[in-house]
């Protein structure tokens, strides 16, 4: 079962209904107000459940997938996980079968630019990459594209976090963690840990890239396996990378330092970028 009709429920149901899953697709609103693309998967073979989801049927899934808008603690998510069902999120669906390695960016704000500007840093040096994601293309819709040899660079809200399970990027990224849709979380350490989460499948070999300018980001450093690299805008560090005179953007690391480039060098406005 796919809950949540919009963008993301749609494309998991499509993806699903495809490998032969008999995919029942929900939501709220009455079927009249469901869009033309979610109503098009009658043709697929996914059957439509407006509305409440009665309980009978999710006796009888195996999986439910959320809607990042959807919460794990709405009366469906809880009775199917008690029932034995497994509940996860789209992007938790992608990873299991996306192939090649994943960049991964959260934060409260900045992630589309960064993740924008990632992935148009890796096109420009020839490596085959996809974006997408909270920004746009749904993270599922990008399985079928994704090589063994190539990137995908996702962008990836607070919501989007809850639901992982097994989800692995090579590289994560956080920029910041300032509070914000306290209407679904109840405290600010709710908000961040469903960000931190970004980091739970991360091993040795990967790569955490943090903000010391951020207070709970920076708070981090210590407690994740992979490969920390700090970065600042508005001091030195003793390793990372940092913005030295306002004007020379530094790598330090154990071994000494070098100047990437200037801040002449970036035609992006702006200090944080």
Known sequence: ???????????????????????????????????????????????????????????????VVLSPGVPTKTIPARYADRAGAEVIGEVELAARYLRGRMVAITGTNGKTTTTTLIGELLKNAGISVQVGGNIGTPLISMV??????????????????????????????????????MDRYERVTDYAAAKHRIFRNQEAGDVAILNADNEIVASWANGLRAHVTLFSTRRELDEGLYLRGGRELVSRTKDGERILMTRDEIALRGLHN
């Open 1 to 63: 079962m796919v809950i949540g009709a919009a963008r993301s429920g749609i494309a998991c149901a499509r993806f699903l209904a495809a490998r032969g899953a008999v995919v029942a697709l929900n939501d709220l609103k009455p079927l009249a107000e469901w869009p033309p693309e979610a109503l098009s998967l009658k043709d697929e073979g996914a059957g439509f459940v407006p509305g409440d989801v009665p309980m009978w049927l999710l006796d009888q899934v195996e999986l």
């Open 144 to 181: 079928d594209s994704s090589r063994d040899d190539g990137w995908t660079v996702v962008e990836l809200s607070s919501f989007q976090l809850e639901t992982i399970v097994d989800f692995h990027p090579a590289v994560a990224v956080v920029l910041n963690v300032t509070p914000n849709h």
